[in-house]
């Protein structure tokens, strides 16, 4: 039990390290790196403090899936790797930031030493839906995202779908239609090829067990589905598959299929259940996996897409 | 010190440091980076908020732990239109936000 605490302070070092290491790296890629092990670092954390579910999603995410995304966009920045040496900045200016960086910390250091005690908790509130609306669901998270707080996970697969409209819109007019560029430019080489084709496929058993089993362990439609995302982002990246044109309509629907399926099941319920958002007790746990299963398939979907970014003209 | 105390000292020191990476860098996608420091900063200090408010038998509380997971998802879909908003710009010449500095891609006959 003592050696807990000395694992707890050692984390804390190496996630405050890292993230130094992040934020002063010279080399944007570098950078990058940083912020992957980062992440992943902060789900032990996540871990510590009996969050597994976050922790899950934070490595799948906040690490795997954010990572891609900033190495693809550093790829296709391309030259301007580090932007022109003129435009670092001062050091009398470097000193007011660093104060007022450490002002806002030192400040939400104070409030965290001083929250109140007894805390607020609406933990009963969320045990309640867990037995209640959300009954046989033993994982209380997934009882929170969908009964106790559905709407805000119904929202939440609306924004992701806002943020595919928006990263499609950025694209030139001429390009409408067609598909994103690949994700990586040169041809794949031998070994991402074998990865690809070995890991996709454990990948995606793996992802549908975390999905099916977040109904009564850590796990659910988030993870599950950022898992998959990365699994169709591995095949993409070996050029096993390249991202398909925006305007097919098997990509639309999937990326529809799960805010629309969660919609319909709110509405039914204001008419079986009398209550929006509401799943009658003795089928709450099939209808949940129904929902759940189309949001896997749309963040499985969304992710992928909006790492692989706007549509972009062919030069076929 | 309890390990919620030091985790939520951690992401206090989490959210000074991105903030000053995110005034400091003039690189837009470093800027990027800093913000998502800030942000799991941000997250961490409200996993604090879920650990203390243990009770009714859970050793958390479910609440603002679904909605760290809601918002780190959100948080990625913000840094995808981040990123798209940055490339477009690149192709226009703009690297830096700042509008004094002007660069241009220096892999074509620009050297």
């Known amino acids: 039990m003592s050696l807990l605490p000395i694992l707890d302070v050692v984390l804390a070092g190496l996630v405050i390290g890292v993230a130094i290491f992040t934020i002063t790296a010279r080399e944007l890629f570098a950078s990058v790196v940083g912020y992957v092990a980062y992440g992943l670092l902060l789900a032990f954390v996540w871990i510590r403090l009996y969050a597994p579910d976050v922790a899950l999603t934070e490595a799948a995410v906040g690490s795997g899936v954010t990572g891609v995304l900033l190495i693809t966009a550093g790829k296709r920045l391309g030259a301007l790797k580090n932007a022109a040496p003129e435009a670092q900045p001062g050091f009398a200016f470097k000193l007011l930031t660093g104060v007022l960086a450490a002002l806002v910390a030192s400040a939400l250091g104070a409030v965290i030493l001083m929250l109140p005690d007894p805390p607020p908790s609406l933990a009963p509130e969320a045990a309640a839906a867990a037995d209640g609306a959300g009954a046989g669901l033993g994982n209380p998270i997934t009882a929170v995202l969908m009964s106790y707080r559905s709407l805000d996970t119904m929202l939440e697969k609306i924004v992701l779908i806002l943020a595919v409209v928006g990263v499609w819109s950025v694209g030139a007019d001429k390009a409408w239609g067609s598909a994103p560029a690949p994700l990586r430019q040169q041809e794949p080489y031998a070994p991402m090829v074998f990865l690809a084709q070995m890991l996709a496929p454990v990948g995606a058993l793996i992802a549908i067990h975390i999905f099916w089993t977040g109904a009564n362990a850590p796990g659910g439609a988030f993870q599950g589905g950022a898992l998959l995302a990365a699994m169709w982002m591995v095949t993409m990246m070996a050029r096993l598959t390249d991202p398909p044109r925006i305007d097919t309509q098997w990509l639309r629907v999937a990326l529809v299929a799960g805010p629309a399926v969660f919609l319909i099941s709110g509405l039914a319920g204001e008419v079986v259940a009398g209550a929006f958002f509401a799943y009658p007790p003795s089928l709450a746990k099939p209808i949940i996996l129904f929902i759940e299963a189309f949001m896997v398939l749309s963040i499985a979907a969304a992710l992928p897409m909006l790492v692989a970014g706007p549509p972009s003209e062919r030069p076929d | ?111």
């Open chain 2, 1 to 111: 010190m309890t390990p919620s105390v030091l985790a939520g000292l951690t992401g206090a020191a989490l959210v000074g440091f991105g903030l000053y990476g995110l005034i400091l860098h003039p690189h837009p996608l470093r800027k990027l980076l800093a913000f998502n420091l800030m942000g799991s900063g941000v997250f961490l200090i409200f996993g604090i908020v879920a650990r203390r408010g243990a009770a009714a038998g859970f050793r958390f509380d479910p609440v603002p732990q679904a909605m760290v997971i809601t918002g780190i998802v959100v948080a990625f879909a913000a840094s995808a239109i981040a990123v798209a908003l940055i490339l477009r710009l690149s192709e226009s010449g703009h690297v830096t936000l700042d509008p004094e500095v002007w660069t241009r891609p220096s892999d074509g006959d620009t050297k």
